[in-house]
Nanobody, 123 residues
Framework: QVQLVESGGGLVQTGGSLRLSCAASGRTFSSYAMGWFRQAPGKEREFVSTIRRSGITGYADSVKGRFTISRDNAKGTVYLQMNSLKPEDTAVYYC?????????????????WGQGTQVTVSS
């Protein structure tokens, strides 16, 4: 079992930055691929970014060049640095863990989820 706890959300103006953190319990964090997803009101959950155990990353086109995912296996934490935020980035952001070395763009392939953290970008 892996428990995930997100933090770092909040209210920011357009063009601002936030860094989300996701702390994972358990000793096997380094063996999981990790992902960030988001869900805005009335919309489906959508992929944001993923990072493999090896450190290889992937991003949704909508955030490429603005968001950066990283992980610290020693701390059991994955981060999402979000820059140049836009109102359309407003959503609840979820951290997820996948019992595999490879990441995925599909939320259905992840095994564990955090409770989510709210990000609100004002115009």
């Amino acid at each position: 079992q892996v428990q995930l706890v997100e933090s770092g959300g909040g209210l920011v103006q357009t063009g601002g930055s936030l860094r989300l953190s996701c702390a994972a319990s358990g000793r096997t964090f380094s063996s999981y691929a990790m992902g960030w997803f988001r869900q805005a009101p009335g919309k489906e959950r959508e992929f944001v970014s993923t990072i493999r155990r090896s450190g290889i990353t992937g991003y949704a086109d909508s955030v490429k060049g603005r968001f950066t995912i990283s992980r610290d296996n020693a701390k059991g934490t994955v981060y999402l640095q979000m820059n140049s935020l836009k109102p359309e980035d407003t959503a609840v952001y979820y951290c997820a863990a996948k019992k595999s070395t490879t990441g995925s763009y599909s939320w259905a392939e992840y095994d564990y989820w955090g409770q989510g953290t709210q990000v609100t970008v004002s115009s």
